[in-house]
């Protein structure tokens, strides 16, 4: 159910992002790279297609006596809403670091072509800002456990 729910969502994102495309082509954009775009998009969907199929089949071989060959997800109430606490943990706080480190990295990089003594601190800076995504990771290994 989750796979035929996504597949729109995966059509709608091509589609804008053709649209995008075809909007900035009149900037000078080669054809070459209009026909991969296209094409990258075709090969998204045609594999979200199959991954739909493969997922519906799977689901209706099962028979009833038979050991399934992967556990079931337990989705009680508490179950997933910590599973996806611990997912939007992750993904926020892996963003909000690849934010932090493109920033000072660039600063840092400006601040060492002219002093490169300033090393040391600029690494500093650099490891603080990569510790959010490693503080986002503890906050989901303790949603998980409470799970």
């Known amino acids: 159910m989750t796979w035929l729910l996504a597949l729109p969502v995966i059509v709608?994102?091509?589609?804008?992002?053709?649209?995008?495309?075809?909007?900035?082509?009149g900037l000078r954009q080669p054809r070459a790279g209009w026909r991969l775009l296209v094409a990258v998009n075709a090969l998204m969907i045609i594999a979200s297609?199959?991954?739909?199929?493969v997922a519906?089949?799977?689901?209706?071989?099962a028979t009833p006596g038979a050991q399934p060959a992967v556990?079931?997800?337990?989705?009680?109430?508490?179950?997933?809403?910590a599973l996806l606490g611990a997912a939007i943990a992750v993904a926020?706080?892996?963003?909000?670091?690849a934010i932090a480190v493109a920033y000072t990295g660039a600063a840092a990089l400006a601040a060492l072509s002219e002093r490169p003594e300033?090393?040391?601190?600029?690494?500093?800076?650099?490891?603080?800002?990569?510790?959010?995504a490693i503080y986002g990771l503890i906050v989901a290994i303790i949603l998980i456990g409470k799970a």
């Not at 709608?12 to 082509?25: K, S």
């Not at 297609?49 to 199929?53: K, R």
């Not at 556990?71 to 809403?81: F, K, L």
């Not at 926020?92 to 670091?97: D, L, T």
């Open 12 to 25: 709608l994102v091509a589609g804008a992002t053709a649209l995008v495309a075809h909007r900035r082509r």
């Open 49 to 53: 297609a199959t991954v739909l199929v």
């Open 56 to 61: 519906a089949a799977a689901t209706s071989a």
């Open 118 to 132: 300033l090393f040391g601190r600029a690494m500093v800076i650099l490891g603080l800002s990569e510790g959010i």
């Open 92 to 97: 926020g706080s892996s963003i909000g670091a």
């Open 71 to 81: 556990a079931p997800v337990d989705t009680s109430a508490g179950r997933w809403a």
